[in-house]
Every structure is written in C-alpha cells, then in structure tokens.
C-alpha cells in the first residue's frame, strides 16, 4: 500500500462542505474527477466512496481527516443512520459497539421488518429481544408486532448510549 493520504494532500486535491457533506474536487484527477464537480459515487451499500491515489476512500473517513487532520479512531457513525449524510454534524468517531447500537432499522431477512423484533411461529407471538453488555436479553413476547417493538425501542433507550432512535 502507498503511503497513507494526509489531511494536507486532501486538502489540495478536495475541498468539504460541512453543511451538506459534499466533497468538491478542487483539481481534475481523472476522466470521472472533474475539478469544481462534485467527487464520489455511491458505493453497493449506500456509502459515498470517493478514489484518491490508487484508492477507495469512505467519504464519511475523509470528512474527519480533513476537518480533525487526522483519521477517526474508530468506525464514523452515522447519527441519523443514513450512509450517505455525510454532514459533519451527523456524524461521530465511535467504537464498534457504539456504532452497531445506533442500528436504525431491521436487517432485510427480518420477516417483521421491526428491529429488535421477531415472530415466534411455536407461540404464534412476537418475541421482543435485544443484546446489552455481551448478552441477549429477553423482553418478552406480545400479541403484536408494534407491542413488542415498544418494548424493545424502551429497552433501547434505556441500554444503548449509541442509540440516536
């Protein structure tokens, strides 16, 4: 790997609005990096991914380097749980388990389509669940699936700081 992009050299190449979140290319780089357009490209899952130097940059990573002039320690969340804000005020440094707190929505093979919610077909109830300090926690199961989703966003509130909800 190349030597790691500095905050100075994505200055040079880009300038970022913190208003909006959008990275400007300040120089043409390339056929697709148009100097004064707008850089990057929506990546498979939603993220804008801007090509700087040979490689792909999560534009969410380059907004701390060039607002800090150092790369986040950790994951970047997303405060409102949409990838592609990449305002810098939606967004944080955060650990792993801050960042997977503040899930916004169910995972598509959720039949529910409720996060923290599932259906107990050998009961015929919704089973409200959620993970807190490393264990699995058992909320109860109810007659329907937004009874259980109360419970669950109550205990979500309640058990993940990371939680935006």
């Known amino acids: 790997m190349s030597t ?3 905050a ?3 200055r040079e190449l880009l300038s970022y609005n913190p208003d909006n979140g959008v990275f400007i290319n300040r120089v043409t780089r390339s056929g697709k990096a148009v100097a004064n357009r707008i850089a990057g490209s929506l990546d498979a899952d939603g993220y804008v ?3 700087i130097c040979g490689r792909n940059y999560k534009a969410h990573r380059l907004a701390f380097l060039y607002m800090t002039g150092g790369w986040p320690s950790g994951p970047v969340d997303h405060r409102d749980g949409k ?4 305002r810098w005020k939606n967004l944080r440094d955060a650990t792993p388990s801050i960042n997977s707190q503040n899930q916004h929505s169910a995972r598509s093979d959720n039949t529910t389509g409720l996060l923290g919610v599932s259906y107990d077909v050998s009961r015929g109830r919704y089973l409200a669940q959620i993970s807190a300090g490393g264990k ?3 909320l109860g199961r109810y007659a329907t699936s937004a009874d259980a989703y ?3 966003l109550a205990a979500k509130r309640r058990l993940h700081e990371g939680n935006t909800l």
């Open 83 to 86: 990838t592609s804000n990449n």
């Open 8 to 10: 100075p050299r994505l």
């Open 150 to 152: 109360v419970v669950y």
């Open 4 to 6: 790691q992009l500095t």
């Open 136 to 138: 699995k926690l058992n």
């Open 49 to 51: 991914q801007i090509h």
